[in-house]
């Protein structure tokens, strides 16, 4: 299989990848399986894929957990080494493109007060569950990355 369409397979074709990326074979090692293992648990707990309930939580917290993983894939990166360079493509693009534009503009928010506005609130959880829905969809394909069986649908979702 290629890139391009383990890609497609995941409808992740909005991210912007080179084509020689994309032309590529995509056979991910044990040390890709393994970080895809590693990230994959800790996105099912997170709040990059779990639902924010209005009256639950709170939005400078939701934010700072989505933030985090950048901190967390990077050390899982780095932690299994030069041979997770499969793993370590989408990682970053997800990062780069889909995760930074998010934290970017609603830590600025954040600091402009937003979060003490009813309304900033709701568009940052409508924002929220739009990433949440993409991050949703990464954490499927890192099961199948890892070769275990995906447990996002495990729980009854609310709404």
């Given at each position: 299989?290629?890139?391009?369409?383990?890609?497609?397979?995941?409808?992740?074709?909005?991210?912007?990848?080179?084509?020689?990326?994309?032309?590529?074979?995509?056979?991910?090692?044990?040390?890709?399986?393994?970080?895809?293992?590693?990230?994959?648990?800790?996105?099912?707990?997170?709040?990059?894929?779990?639902?924010?309930?209005?009256?639950?939580?709170?939005?400078?917290?939701?934010?700072?957990?989505?933030?985090?993983?950048?901190?967390?894939?990077?050390?899982?990166?780095?932690?299994?080494?030069?041979?997770?360079?499969?793993?370590?493509?989408?990682?970053?693009?997800?990062?780069?493109?889909?995760?930074?534009?998010?934290?970017?503009?609603?830590?600025?928010?954040?600091?402009?007060?937003?979060?003490?506005?009813?309304?900033?609130?709701?568009?940052?959880?409508?924002?929220?569950?739009?990433?949440?829905?993409?991050?949703?969809?990464?954490?499927?394909?890192?099961?199948?990355?890892?070769?275990?069986?995906?447990?996002?649908?495990?729980?009854?979702r609310n709404g």
């Open positions: 299989m290629k890139w391009k369409e383990w890609l497609e397979k995941w409808s992740m074709t909005s991210l912007k990848i080179k084509t020689p990326f994309l032309e590529a074979d995509w056979q991910p090692k044990d040390e890709d399986k393994d970080a895809a293992w590693e990230l994959y648990i800790e996105l099912l707990t997170r709040i990059a894929t779990q639902q924010l309930p209005k009256e639950n939580g709170d939005e400078a917290t939701a934010l700072e957990g989505v933030h985090k993983l950048f901190e967390l894939t990077r050390e899982i990166i780095k932690r299994h080494g030069r041979e997770c360079i499969e793993f370590t493509k989408i990682a970053i693009a997800i990062l780069n493109q889909i995760v930074r534009p998010f934290t970017a503009k609603w830590h600025k928010e954040m600091l402009a007060n937003a979060f003490t506005d009813s309304h900033k609130c709701d568009e940052f959880r409508n924002e929220l569950s739009e990433l949440q829905n993409i991050l949703g969809s990464y954490t499927k394909m890192l099961s199948d990355m890892a070769g275990v069986e995906d447990l996002t649908e495990l729980e009854e």
